[in-house]
């Protein structure tokens, strides 16, 4: 696996400890080689400037918008879209989301689907796929 992907509401917006947990993880996945992307299904517009931040700022190399690309998960053309984004075949993609429709989704699509409840777990599970090693 070379690409990770995830969700941003339920996933990525959560507590500010948790917020800085993700941005330091993500910084170690990108310092490991991993492509690093955020699908959401917001519908884009001057209202996810918040969401392209994580971009803007190269915590990670996309930020994908359901609104903006015509698709949302759990269509196909949504994660296609993710994966194109950098650069990946979606087979080459992990997809980290809370709702289980959408990892299941992924998973059905050739994506390994990791479902996201807690960041600690996520966490150990993005390590051991990735071969991370620290405390996030």
């Not at 917006?13 to 310092?31: H, I, M, P, Q, Y």
């Not at 959401?40 to 996309?62: F, K, L, Q």
């Amino acid at each position: 696996m070379r690409g990770l992907v995830v969700d941003y509401v339920g996933v990525l917006d959560g507590t500010e400890d948790d917020v800085r947990r993700w941005k330091s993880l993500l910084a170690a996945a990108k310092e490991n080689g991993v492509a690093t992307a955020i699908l959401s299904n917001d519908p884009g517009g001057p209202g996810a400037e918040h969401i392209r931040e994580w971009e803007y700022n190269g915590t990670v190399d996309a930020v994908i918008l359901s609104g903006e690309v015509g698709a949302e998960k759990p269509e196909l053309a949504a994660f296609q879209a993710a994966a194109d984004a950098i650069e990946l075949p979606i087979n080459d993609c992990v997809m980290v989301d809370d709702n289980i429709l959408n990892v299941r989704a992924a998973v059905d699509f050739g994506m390994v689907g990791m479902l996201y409840s807690v960041f600690d777990r996520t966490s150990i599970e993005i390590q051991a796929v990735f071969d991370i090693d620290g405390e996030f």
